[in-house]
């Protein structure tokens, strides 16, 4: 198994680095502490291919690969995991169900201006009542005709407020069970669709995160993504390969924590000498080291199955559990190394601190990760 990056993709870590660097460092305290999520740097994503990197180029996507995916999250999460995580939702969940399961209209419709960067989406699964208990959300629509009735509401919805469209999870046929649960597209200014209370996060508060409400909001059958009862089925596929995104994401960010700690050891002295001489830094920046090329493996291995057509359900769900409890890991010693310095908000270790903790909860949470891979392991 080759596991060397070819140019090409040395060349795009280089240059989103770059891009990250320049364009997104110098304003990330900014924009944590407005809780701003940047629009205003949408149109330079676009134009880098970074909101539609796996979408085909006839939809005017990148067509990068999964294992590209994964180097674009972890170079962006390394510098600022909120505007990397409106990145990863907008891509791996929204318009990633659209491209996998919407027909040629819908793609024409919504796919191309949203790998294009025009518009954004989000995806709506998550209900106060159905958090980790996905299937049993209260969110319906009901027939009407050739119209859909939906009400409800969905919680902690990535650009609930921003997303042009939000791609919907809703109950249609109760008796069925997962089996009577199906998608929508509904776009924003929809009579009967509206945000909800904007929530007041810990951490990547630079992603906007909201309530969405539906409140008689009525829309054309044609607006149904996928066929008629397999929205759930579908939304657990589309889950599958983003967790490999939160597992990049989870990468970048302890690699970004990481390197503020190296840093900062060689600059601080006590007792005559950088921190970084002593055994103990010395042994936390080892082993953090160790664990992230470990993760960053674990990672590239389930989005290259991913590539070959292959089911990640085990992989990714490893990968995401360990790369977010080690990112943890990894931040928590970035905080340690900074000693009284990493508690505060003049250096970035409290702000990985803060951030790193979705990583372990959204997409799916650890406790969730370790049920899915004892049911891939220990299936009769």
Excluded at 179 to 185: E, T
Excluded at 317 to 346: C, N, P, T, W
Aim: some cysteine.
């Amino acid at each position: 198994m080759n596991l060397r990056l070819s140019d090409d993709q040395e060349l795009l870590r280089r240059s989103i680095r770059e891009f990250a660097e320049s364009e997104i460092r110098p304003h990330v305290r900014e924009w944590d502490d407005a809780q701003h999520f940047p629009v205003e740097l949408l149109p330079r994503l676009g134009a880098l291919g970074l909101m539609g990197i796996q979408c085909p180029e006839a939809y005017g996507g990148a067509a990068m690969s999964s294992v590209d995916y994964c180097i674009c999250i972890e170079e962006l999460a390394r510098v600022d995991p909120s505007v990397c995580l409106s990145v990863a939702a907008h891509n791996g969940l929204g318009a990633a169900h659209i491209a996998a399961f919407g027909t040629e209209e819908q793609k024409q419709q919504y796919l191309v201006p949203l790998a294009k960067g025009e518009k954004l989406a989000a995806w709506g699964l998550t209900e106060a009542s159905a958090g980790s208990d996905a299937a049993a959300m209260r969110t319906t629509a009901i027939r009407d005709g050739d119209q859909w009735l939906i009400n409800g509401t969905k919680q902690f919805i990535t650009h609930g407020r921003y997303g042009d469209l939000i791609v919907v999870m809703v109950v249609t046929n109760k008796a069925k069970g997962n089996r009577g649960i199906s998608a929508f597209i509904v776009e924003r200014g929809t009579p009967g669709f509206r945000p909800g209370k904007k929530e007041e996060k810990l951490g990547m508060r630079a992603s906007e995160t909201s309530e969405v409400i539906f409140d008689h909001c009525r829309v054309p059958a044609s607006q149904m993504l996928g066929a008629e009862g397999q929205g759930f089925i579908n939304a657990l596929q589309v889950l599958d390969a983003g967790r490999i995104g939160i597992a990049a994401l989870a990468v970048g960010l302890a690699q970004g924590a990481y390197e503020a700690a190296r840093g900062y050891a060689f600059v601080r002295t006590q007792f005559g000498r950088p921190i970084g001489t002593f055994q103990a830094i010395r042994a936390k920046l080892v082993e953090n080291a160790g664990r992230i090329e470990a993760a960053r493996l674990l990672t590239y291995r389930a989005a290259s199955m991913k590539d070959h057509g292959r089911r990640t359900t085990l992989e990714a769900a490893m990968a995401k559990l360990y790369s977010s409890e080690i990112a943890v890991r990894a931040a928590e010693d970035g905080v340690q190394i900074h000693g009284g310095y990493g508690f505060i908000k003049d250096y970035p270790a409290e702000k990985y601190f803060r951030d790193v903790k979705l990583t372990t909860i959204g997409e799916g949470t650890s406790e969730i990760q370790r049920l899915v891979i004892a049911r891939q392991l220990l299936a009769s």
